[in-house]
């Protein structure tokens, strides 16, 4: 079966595919929440009571300092006997020192946690491991608890710490002490609309406390295509910027140079071999002389050939595995990627960069230095004067095509021993233009005739990358299936496929097709239905459940344009006025004319933007509204 797009509930019926990587990673978008409980929103479960003690203490010479994380957490029975699931993620760079666990009081010698490397499919990954166990909570009013201690090696490795957790919480506290050696800061977060309270005490000369007290926290909602969790939930950013040991200062992040000095440091210390990569190069553009057809051959090469493997919302990693390695490997993470396509292109006399950047789904920029503002690696070329950003992880987008996830996103580009900050263009939504053009005519009750489909840009990439991952033999019918929208009255025959190949042109399908039931005759009068898909027609939101504001996968530009040629005798005598609904983040227009012995319909819609505020739903349902109103009302030709 093709790869549909499963998308969240407003573009459920939208008719196009996905890459597969944003389900592959469903799930894991609280990630940087280092203690994180697995449920859903179980109402049966509350937290009475979370502390989290946060501390810094000095360390070796080569880190300076490490932080002591201990996270003490209550859990309530409510109502009825259960067991939940308590999971902690961690990586290299930490360590999980001890866990307490406790069921009504006594100590729960009989749970023992088990830990493993995360894995998703089957794919594990080397730099992040998961801590769990099931926790009973035995009966109405009865409690258990949960002691979780750890370190973190590097204090830059310390970033967010997240107030709400996955159940109602009548209490959380955090406390930080940052000793006078240290130099820290932390930033607050979305803060509004929460009962937080906060202490600064500075009795002991010796160091700086800080207490934030939070009280009846919801829950985190589980809601499709939501703003990322640093756009909606508070937290606390912290920013390690540098400690003093005996005399001896050891820099952490305290500038946007210092952070880039360190990814460069990394970057440095990666052994790639270019006789390796030339040769490879040299193979992949052998007989192209125009250089932009070069570039292009090396970034779909490796597109087509290095398999992505790696978290989206980044962990701790910023050093790339060497190019050759993933080259030998065929697969890699976006760091490695990123490093790969570099070393090809340099190796043809390009000048290509190393790019790091924050996807949308965070909400910093560079001007706050933390590992926590980017979760990406890329690949910039500089061509007489012009930069490129190449993102081959994303598998099937064209060159000088950008996904809504980097575009306008502030980029740290790798100039030497400077940096150079820029941003990733802001495509329109044009690029995804997405148009079916069919031609009918009556025959019987059913409607006849032929059908185009051109796919560009995201819309290319995703249909694109669902008929790749069939099987030859299984193509044809699991097209029939996606186009027919799995209607029997649809019939798809002579399917044809042009331009399956990731460029800047559109991918086109062609096919016969016949709707069946579409055509309906009384007396003088004919009744027909030409628009079987009503894209967008039940996705009204229910503004009484809906508590985020929606983000749609990328901008969208649907085109359909119907001809049916009028029976001979008949003209068009009443059909739904024209339909128009004008917003800045979306545009509706549909009519139905009579040109030239044709019925003409025309429908585009156009999400210009990918961002609907929670302030724009009423207009959003609005537009729904007269939409229906539109489908709803019958086309009637006369005699």
């Known amino acids: 079966m093709l790869l549909l797009k499963q998308p969240p509930e407003l573009l459920k019926e939208k008719r196009t595919m996905t890459k597969c990587l944003p389900l592959l990673l469903a799930g894991i978008c609280a990630l940087n929440n280092s203690f994180a409980q697995t449920s859903i929103n179980d109402k049966n479960v509350t937290i009475s009571s979370q502390k989290e003690n946060i501390e810094f203490v000095k360390s070796d010479k080569n880190n300076g300092a490490s932080v002591r994380r201990t996270q003490e957490t ?4 409510s109502d009825y006997r259960t067991s939940i699931t308590v999971a902690d993620m961690y990586n290299d760079q930490e360590t999980i020192d001890d866990i307490d666990i406790y069921v009504n009081g006594d100590k729960a010698k009989n749970i023992v946690p088990q830990s493993e490397y995360y894995s998703v499919s089957g794919i594990f990954y080397s730099d992040a491991r998961v801590t769990y166990f099931r926790l009973p909570l035995e009966k109405k009013g009865s409690t258990s608890r949960v002691k979780i201690s750890k370190t973190i090696k590097d204090p830059r490795y310390l970033t967010q710490v997240y107030f709400t957790q996955d159940y109602f919480t009548t209490q959380k506290q955090i406390i930080i002490t940052i000793p006078s050696w240290m130099q820290a800061e932390i930033k607050e977060y979305n803060f509004q609309g929460n009962s937080i309270q906060k202490t600064v005490d500075k009795g002991d000369p010796s160091k700086t406390v800080y207490t934030y007290t939070a009280r ?4 985190r909602k589980d809601e499709n295509a939501c703003p990322g969790p640093t756009y909606v939930y508070p937290h606390l950013l912290i920013l390690s910027h540098s400690a003093n040991i005996n005399g001896e200062v050891v820099k952490y992040f305290s500038s946007t140079a210092e952070q880039y000095k360190w990814y460069h440091s990394l970057v440095k210390q990666v052994a790639n071999d270019p006789s390796e990569i030339k040769a490879k190069a040299d193979e992949i553009t052998k007989g192209i002389p125009d250089d932009i057809e070069k570039i292009k051959a090396i ?9 992505y493997v790696a978290f989206e919302n980044g962990i701790a990693g910023f050093k790339p595995m060497p190019a050759q390695q993933v080259l030998a490997k065929k697969y890699g993470d ?5 490093n790969l396509i570099t070393e090809l292109l340099r190796s043809q006399g390009f000048d290509a960069r190393l790019c790091w950047i924050g996807t949308s789904h965070i909400a910093y920029d560079y001007s706050t ?13 500089i061509y007489k004067g012009k930069k490129y950003f190449l993102d081959a992880t994303e598998t099937n987008i064209g060159f000088n095509q ?10 740290l580009i790798e ?6 900050l820029d941003h990733v263009p802001t495509t329109v939504y044009t690029q995804n233009t997405e148009k079916e053009v069919r031609h009918l005519q009556i025959d019987g009750t059913s409607l006849k005739g032929t059908a185009e489909h051109s796919y560009s840009g995201e819309s290319k990439e995703g249909i694109l990358t669902g008929i790749q991952s069939v099987k030859k033999d299984q193509l044809d019918a699991a097209l029939k299936e996606y186009l027919s929208e799995n209607t029997k009255d649809y019939q798809l025959n002579n399917i044809t496929i042009q331009n399956a190949v990731q460029d800047e042109k559109p991918l086109e399908l062609k096919y016969n097709v016949v709707q069946a039931n579409a055509v309906n005759s009384f ?6 239905d030409l628009d079987f898909r009503k894209e967008v027609g039940t996705l009204k939101i229910d503004t009484t459940k809906r508590t985020q504001d929606y983000i749609l996968p990328y901008k969208m530009h649907l085109v359909t344009e119907t001809s049916l040629d009028l029976p001979s005798g008949y003209s068009l005598s009443s059909t739904p006025q024209p339909f128009m609904f004008k917003h800045p983040a979306f545009e509706m227009k549909l009519s139905y004319s009579q040109q030239n012995g044709k019925l003409v319909y025309q429908k585009e819609i156009s999400f210009k933007q990918v961002w609907i505020r929670k302030a724009d739903f009423g207009k959003w349902n609005e537009a729904i509204e007269g939409l229906n109103n539109f489908y709803n009302t019958q086309v009637i030709l006369t005699k």
């Open 74 to 77: 209550e859990y309530l029975c």
């Open 216 to 219: 009846n926290l919801q829950p």
């Open 299 to 307: 970034y779909y090469w490796v597109q087509d050939n290095i398999r």
């Open 334 to 338: 976006c760091k490695g990627m990123a």
């Open 369 to 381: 230095p933390s590992l926590a503002v980017d979760n990406h690696m890329i690949s910039a070329l």
């Open 402 to 411: 950008y996904a809504e996830r980097i575009q306008g996103r502030q980029v």
């Open 415 to 420: 100039n030497g021993d400077q940096f150079i």
């Open 523 to 528: 007396g003088k009068e004919i009744y027909l």
